[in-house]
């Protein structure tokens, strides 16, 4: 099964690195954009994007189902569009 994530060249560890890199402010805008998504709208895409998660493990881990996961995800991603048009640079690649 494959798995979706946040792709743009680097790994999302770059966000994390200890240094500031060119991407703080794509970081920060990210960051300010899910802060106004409710709890659930940003915990099945953090799940599944940046934990790496499958919809099966998503919907396991915080008691809901895979229809739940897969609308829900998509209403993040639209919300985060309009959001943060910044973050559209972003690309949801398979792996």
Do not use: C, N, W
Request: proline share 4%.
């Amino acid at each position: 099964m494959a798995q979706a994530s946040l792709h743009r060249g680097v790994g999302l560890g770059a966000y994390d690195a200890g240094h500031p890199s060119p991407d703080s402010d794509l970081r920060l805008t990210l960051d300010a954009a899910l802060a106004q998504l409710t709890a659930k709208q940003r915990t099945v895409p953090v799940l599944r994007f940046f934990e790496d998660l499958t919809e099966v493990q998503t919907a396991q881990a915080i008691g809901i189902s895979v229809s739940t996961v897969k609308s829900t995800t998509g209403h993040a991603l639209a919300r985060l569009r309009v959001l943060a048009p910044d973050l559209a640079e972003l690309q949801v690649v398979d792996r």
